[in-house]
């Protein structure tokens, strides 16, 4: 084999160009001929003194030969690359009804190797339901090629079986799934600088891509719109986020109050489907985002029922909801509760770590109160009041002995400054005390700091519901339950899909990171909502993970002619992959068998 230079003409504008091509010399009817075995590409940048080594060792690759003398690593790198590609080439996949059939071959079985032992398991879920969502056929309608579309799944599998950077995304694509096998294609030579295209390209439609799946998943899944569920949360960045007008300092969700932030809102449906993100910034005022983001969703219902926490229920909220004809269910931000005394309370929800009573109370405007308690919160709430009220009471204790200690803090201004502090310090246990400091006045000094907690009603493990629906409490407090479906997409996009960090400087390239992982939820909510009818209930690391172990293998051997064969198979599954498997109703061996004689 050797490698050839070509100069080309361009049949449009006339212009040369050169392309690189590997030919190898052989025997015919007619004398030797010498044929193309591969094109290398008009980016081939191998110094010319190079390309008999790297020629001699492609053939010494697909022929099985032993390299007797080490060649440089990036010689090695690329002859192991465009050997696959000659492997590829020259393959034939097996029909599936002719993969089980014996085929009997003399070979050595010294000779025998196993190579390019990729991950299929979780890939085979991935490229099902983007398929079934028929993701990639909207794709190729709103104008992607067929190597921007084959990324653009690329991507979207990496943020839910590999989730990290685009750079690390672009490595794992190349060099650890067998996602290409799939998908009848190949990323090795898939550029980096594509990987981050393609994430633009998503962006720039991503209204059309949210109305395509909304559209879809109804269809698919038959889901009740009559609820829509909003929040919001945030996530920061690796970096200063100077080129990100979004970027901003604010309250983080992880306590990374060091980080600028980028906030992401998110309404979805009681089945757990995305409807409709935005991307926000960091420092955002939460309720005024609702009345932006909830007039532009359509829905099979004519107005929905809206949920919402207590951050986002303010009363403009429920204000222009009633206005704009939508139902609610919403937190009340009330700090005291103001419990009615002998309300009835029902039991609206019991199981072995709590139980939740509700009752109900309708107002003169309409609108019904719901209080709820739980035990659960009550247990949690009141660890967290002993807590802090123990502190208290031991600084003011503090407090009360410098005043009768050598340099003690004894002015009375002074004491009365340090007593402030504490309220500011412990503001939601200091207005339960009644506290005094009595002056000396001929001194001017403070002679003792007297303390005692207010009677009050205990509150704890009570939170206030307010809707203007017409039905019982029990009603009531399951559509608010459903708000939980939003703060476990949270938790599984920041946990499981990578939406955190993130490490774009860019506020476009930021945009896109955090679209992409919408994208990956919108998959694997179809997957867990499949594997959920089917009694399958684990979390998606759990299912990524069992996943993780199924491989497709390149198995080499030579044969008694001296021909090399080289088979492609996807491995035998374990029980944990069949069932998962058979549960989607997947082939239990993702992949063809392709075999290649060289």
Not at 316 to 345: C, F, I, T
């Amino acid at each position: 084999m050797f490698i050839r230079k070509t100069t080309h003409t361009h049949n449009k504008n006339g212009q040369a160009y050169t392309t690189y091509k590997l030919i190898e010399s052989v025997r015919t009817e007619r004398g030797p001929r010498q044929r193309t075995v591969l094109n290398l590409g008009s980016d081939f940048n191998i110094p010319q003194e190079q390309w008999k080594e790297l020629a001699d060792r492609i053939e010494q690759i697909i022929s099985g030969q032993a390299c007797l003398f080490p060649v440089p690593g990036e010689i090695e790198h690329s002859a192991r690359q465009y050997a696959r590609q000659i492997i590829r080439r020259h393959g034939q996949q097996s029909p599936d009804t002719e993969q089980d059939k014996p085929d009997y071959q003399t070979v050595d079985i010294s000779s025998l190797e196993n190579e390019q032992i990729r991950s299929v398991g979780g890939e085979s879920l991935v490229l099902s339901a983007i398929q079934e969502l028929q993701l990639d056929e909207k794709l190729e309608a709103l104008g992607f090629n067929r190597p921007g579309i084959e990324a653009a799944i690329g991507v979207i599998a990496a943020r839910l079986l590999a989730p990290a950077s685009e750079r690390a995304t672009h490595a794992w694509l190349q060099r650890e799934t067998a996602l290409d096998d799939l998908m009848d294609t190949s990323f090795e030579s898939l550029s980096q600088d594509r990987v981050y295209k393609v994430s633009d390209m998503l962006l720039r439609n991503k209204d059309e891509i949210e109305r395509f799946l909304q559209d879809r998943e109804r269809q698919l899944f038959n889901l009740d719109e009559n609820i829509l569920l909003y929040d919001l949360t945030n996530t920061f960045f690796e970096g200063s986020g100077k080129y990100n007008p979004k970027a901003r300092f604010g309250v983080s969700k992880e306590k990374r109050t060091d980080c600028p932030l980028v906030t992401l809102a998110l309404l979805m449906d009681a089945d757990g489907f995305p409807k409709k993100s935005q991307i926000l910034e960091g420092n955002v005022s939460e309720p005024g985002t609702l009345s932006k983001i909830l007039p532009g969703i359509s829905t099979t219902t004519q107005k929905p029922v809206v949920v919402t926490d207590a951050g986002i229920g303010t009363q403009e909220n429920v204000q222009w909801l009633v206005e704009n004809g939508y139902a609610y269910v919403v937190v009340s931000r009330k700090r005291h509760l103001d419990l009615p005394a002998g309300m009835d309370m029902t039991t609206v929800r019991q199981d072995d770590h709590r139980i939740i009573r509700a009752g109900i109370r309708e107002n003169a405007s309409g609108e019904v109160t719901v209080y709820c308690h739980s035990t659960a919160k009550e247990i949690k709430e009141r660890g967290i009041k002993n807590r802090f009220e123990k502190r208290f009471e031991e600084q003011l204790t503090d407090v009360r002995k410098a005043l009768h200690k050598k340099h003690g803090t004894k002015k009375y201004e002074k004491v009365l400054e340090k007593i402030g502090r504490l309220k500011e310090r412990y503001r939601r246990v200091a207005r339960r005390y009644e506290i005094r400091v009595e002056k000396d006045d001929p001194s001017g000094n403070a002679k003792d700091v007297v303390f005692r907690m207010k009677p009050t009603d205990d509150e704890c493990g009570y939170y206030v519901l307010r809707s203007n629906l017409n039905t019982h409490a029990k009603e009531v407090f399951d559509i608010f339950n459903l708000l939980l479906e939003v703060e476990d997409a949270f938790r599984s996009m920041k946990s499981e899909l990578g939406l955190r960090p993130v490490h774009h400087q860019s506020e476009y390239r930021c945009d896109g990171h955090l679209f992409i992982t919408v994208l990956a939820y919108h998959v694997l909510q179809s997957i867990r909502l499949k594997l959920k009818a089917q009694g399958i209930t684990h979390g998606w690391a759990t299912i990524r993970r069992a996943l993780s172990t199924h491989y497709r293998v390149t198995t080499s051997m030579k044969r008694a002619d001296g021909k090399m064969l080289y088979l492609r198979k996807t491995a035998k599954p374990e029980d944990c992959h069949t069932r998962i498997y058979n549960a989607l109703g997947l082939p239990i061996r993702p992949g063809k068998t392709s075999k290649t004689i060289l």
